[in-house]
């Protein structure tokens, strides 16, 4: 049999889910329902041989008939990760993680690990968790749509070119100045383009309040114990480089992100994602920080300027705005 050594596995049990979280991407897909079947876990153990097995994706794994003999197969064979808002579920497991949305629900787990999604609204809500939790695991809300974007609190821009353009910010003098050549104002870009290989000053000058909470919050998270993401796109990173998705069906993709066609809403279009190429080494730039975004023809689209149809281009798992337990 096909052994695939050293290569970790991220499994959903299941796509079904009994609860009903604000967030998740269940609400806006139509996807079969389904689960996986025993005899499928133990062909994908054998031949990925993995070290870190993660039993989740889109459904709660705890529903699955199966659950506790997988998690056993799994056990003996790897580091078992899970991500349930099943709060009765408890199991031996390396890393079981509750996923919260409220001070009441953490009641029913406090002193577990703890996930939890971040908002423009929900500081409160982490800071409180902070230290009560064993640990907390925070990502950034990924929309879906315009209304779940609006509750976003992180700037698509990366911290980098934040950093060298961060006196622009908000100046739409700056961007007039800009426009008419004016010779101080094309000084100061040619500056920061030494630095940086792209400014995305409309962004800067546009999206002043939306960089204004990131900021807000990068500072909150810095003064708490957290495992947090970024709230400015960081260096470009595949975290599935050394993973394969399994979905409930049996099929196999290269993330949990591509698995299921679905919408992405970034400040500056709607994308559709789905899984028509993917490439972890990510080639190509950060459209976040492309001075071309505003109107882009190849995001309005939907692929990008080195010929990619919308796999990996604006991942937002790719620089560290969404996090994944895997
Ligand atoms: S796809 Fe468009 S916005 Fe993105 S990097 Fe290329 S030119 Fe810039
Ligand atoms: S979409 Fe993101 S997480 Fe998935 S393979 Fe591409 S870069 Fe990796």
């Known amino acids: 049999m ?5 290569m970790n596995i991220q499994i959903e ?6 609860f009903e979280c604000d967030y998740c991407v269940r609400k806006i897909w139509s996807a079969k329902p389904c689960d996986i079947s025993l005899e499928r876990v133990k062909d994908l153990i054998e031949t990925f041989d993995p070290e870190r097995i993660a039993l989740y994706g889109y459904g709660d794994p705890t529903i699955h008939k199966n ?47 703890v996930s939890i999604i971040i908002t423009k609204d929900n500081a409160d809500l982490i800071r409180k968790v902070t230290g009560k939790a064993k640990e907390v695991y925070l990502t950034n809300l990924i929309p879906y749509n315009r209304e779940m974007y609006e509750k976003t609190a992180f700037a698509e821009i ?35 383009l030494e630095v940086v290989e792209n400014v995305n000053v409309r962004y800067l000058v546009d999206k002043a309040d939306r960089i204004l909470t ?27 480089e050394n993973y394969v998705f399994v979905r409930a069906d049996g099929k196999i ?8 066609e679905h919408p992405l809403y970034l400040g500056y279009s709607t994308l559709t994602v789905e899984c028509k190429s993917a490439d972890k080494s990510l080639p190509y730039p950060w459209c976040g920080d492309c001075q071309f975004l505003e109107g882009c023809w190849f995001v309005e689209n939907g692929f990008d300027c080195y010929g ?3 796999g990996c281009s604006r991942c937002l798992f790719s620089v560290g705005i969404a996090r994944c337990l895997i």
């Open 2 to 6: 096909l052994s695939i050594v050293n």
């Open 13 to 18: 049990l299941t796509n079904r889910c009994p």
């Open 67 to 113: 659950v506790r003999d997988i998690v056993r197969i799994a056990k003996k064979r790897a580091e078992v990760v899970m991500v349930t808002r099943n709060y009765n579920f408890r199991e031996n497991i390396d890393l079981l993680v509750y996923s919260i949305d409220t001070l009441s629900e953490f009641k029913k787990v406090e002193g577990y690990p």
């Open 158 to 192: 990366s911290k980098k070119m934040l950093d060298v353009c961060i006196d622009i910010i908000g100046d739409e003098n700056f961007l007039r100045n800009l426009v008419k050549m004016d010779k101080n104002a094309v000084e100061r870009y040619r500056k920061m």
């Open 214 to 240: 990131a900021l807000k919050f990068e500072s909150l998270l810095s003064e708490l114990n957290v495992n947090k993401p970024n709230m400015f796109a960081g260096e470009r990173k595949c975290p599935y």
């Open 253 to 260: 993709f290269p993330c949990m992100e591509l698995a299921y």
């Open 308 to 310: 990619y149809e919308c």
